[in-house]
């Protein structure tokens, strides 16, 4: 992802500078008179791309591509100038290993997300690109998942039990909710890797239609971290 948004940025600044235009990752401030944007500017922030940029088919399935790595920055439980501090800690997670750089509930101030909702927002947002995951898997504390899957009620699903609507956020933690019964995760750096990992492994073994919506590459690595992980369990 990192390599990817460096490799975006260099080329969006070679095809901007020619034109007289540069590429922003600012956050977006609110315009007052006298202080919004200067000149020709793009911000990663703009969703669609302004005129005359738009009227190229490559530069919009460029910008399009843009988008969907700005996406794996920004957790929607947050605001945009998360960015930034998004993009420093994946950084070091590539630089240093994500074992050695996890800190879980620590974040650098309040309007910030923790390493967990960082993680967390890197496969949510990664599974809802292959299938509805959010709406058919994940569960607030006092509810099930909004949609079925395939026309069917998850067998398995994720249950959020920290309030989210709390100031400062919580780190994230997830148990694993079935017909039969529910499973309770440990909070930790790892609680949201293994309660994927569960939940599709139990999806698995129910024989559920939607384990085989998820990407392979993923069910392939987890389905061992599972069974290894069936000790940690309480």
């Known amino acids: 992802l990192v390599r990817q948004l460096d490799e975006s940025d260099r080329i969006w600044h070679q095809a901007l500078a020619p034109r007289g235009w540069w590429l922003t990752t600012e956050a977006p401030r609110q315009a007052y008179q006298g202080l919004g944007p200067s000149g020709q500017e793009l911000s990663v922030f703009d969703r669609n791309l302004p005129r005359p940029l738009c009227d190229e088919p490559r530069a919009v399935e460029l910008w399009s591509a843009r988008q969907k790595l700005e996406t794996f920055l920004l957790h929607p439980c947050f605001e945009p100038g998360q ?18 750089a996890m800190r879980y509930q620590v974040r650098s101030g309040d309007p910030m997300p923790t390493d967990a909702h960082i993680l967390e927002n890197l496969l949510i947002t990664m599974l809802n690109f292959q299938l509805d995951f959010a709406n058919c898997f994940l569960a607030g504390p006092q509810s099930p998942p909004q949609s079925r899957h395939m026309g069917q009620v998850a067998a398995a699903y994720l249950r959020q039990v920290t309030d989210q609507s ?69």
């Open 83 to 100: 960015r930034g501090y998004v993009l420093e800690r994946l950084r070091e997670w590539r630089s240093i290993g994500l074992t050695r």
């Open 166 to 234: 709390l100031s400062p956020r919580p780190a994230p933690h997830y148990e694993v909710v079935t017909m039969q019964k529910t499973w309770k995760l440990r909070p930790g750096s790892s609680n949201v890797l293994e309660a994927l990992a569960l939940m599709l492994y139990l999806l698995k073994r129910h024989a559920s239609p939607s384990y085989q919506s998820f990407p392979q590459a993923v069910s392939s690595i987890i389905e061992g971290t599972a069974q290894q992980r069936h000790g940690r369990l309480y």
